[in-house]
């Protein structure tokens, strides 16, 4: 039996990274974390309905706030502005929005569940090809990580990392969703507002743009914004 832990934002490449585990696996386990992101009500609403849609075996909800103390990120710390971005071009520097080796923590909080629940898989919905250029969403760094589960856990290397949509384009992720049926109305992308999504933020133009050159349509309220596909 295939057995996951899925860690889910409620953000759109989770929820696809989810409805992969959900076709994929006949038991999953949604993880959740609370850091004290800006928009954390909003995703902690999404997760809740996600979990209601999809009924996972559990699903937990763990509290990092200590990521909101330590600051260093846009999302975390309100004195640093998340800048607006006109365009998805190609990142080189690291952007605000990054959170401290955030993806090393959520994994490994997520090991230690899979080591008692017994299960193989964790899946973790990263993207590197069209994403923000965050350095814990590389292949190299899940391959790092696999090596730190087996030699570092008592599953050694029962355990895989699963990262279905690392290497797809933001349209190619819709457009997967869209074959799996995966409910992107209760998704959340926007990295400011907690009920209309800015449409102007790094996340909501990656969206944006990945839905209408999918040619779906975005199912979420933008401010001011009229969504076609």
């Given at each position: 039996m295939k057995r996951a832990i899925v860690l889910l934002s409620g953000g759109m490449d989770s929820l696809v990274c989810a409805a992969s585990a959900v076709a994929e696996c006949e038991e999953v386990y949604f993880l959740h974390f609370n850091y004290g992101q800006r928009t954390q009500e909003k995703e902690?609403?999404?997760f809740k309905a996600l979990v209601q849609h999809y009924k996972p075996s559990q699903a937990k909800v763990v509290d990092y706030h200590w990521l909101k103390e330590i600051g260093g990120s846009a999302l975390t710390d309100h004195s640093i502005p998340v800048i607006a971005k006109a365009g998805t071009e190609k990142k080189v520097d690291i952007p605000q929005t990054y959170v401290p080796f955030r993806n090393a923590m959520l994994l490994c909080a997520a090991v230690a569940w899979a080591e008692v629940i017994e299960v193989d898989r964790i899946y973790i919905g990263a993207v590197e090809?069209?994403?923000s250029g965050y350095p814990d969403c590389r292949e190299l760094f899940f391959t790092a990580f696999e090596q730190v589960i087996y030699t570092g856990s008592k599953a050694g290397d029962k355990i895989k990392i699963v990262t279905p949509v690392l290497h797809k384009s933001k349209a190619e992720i819709v457009r997967l969703g869209a074959q799996l049926k995966a409910p992107f109305q209760l998704s959340?992308?926007?990295y400011i507002d907690n009920n209309e999504a800015c449409g102007v933020c790094d996340s909501c133009v990656l969206r944006l743009n990945a839905f209408r050159a999918a040619g779906i349509e975005?199912?979420?309220?933008?401010?001011?914004?009229?969504v076609d596909s």
């Open positions: 902690l609403s999404c090809e069209d994403s959340w992308s926007c975005d199912p979420i309220i933008y401010k001011g914004i009229e």
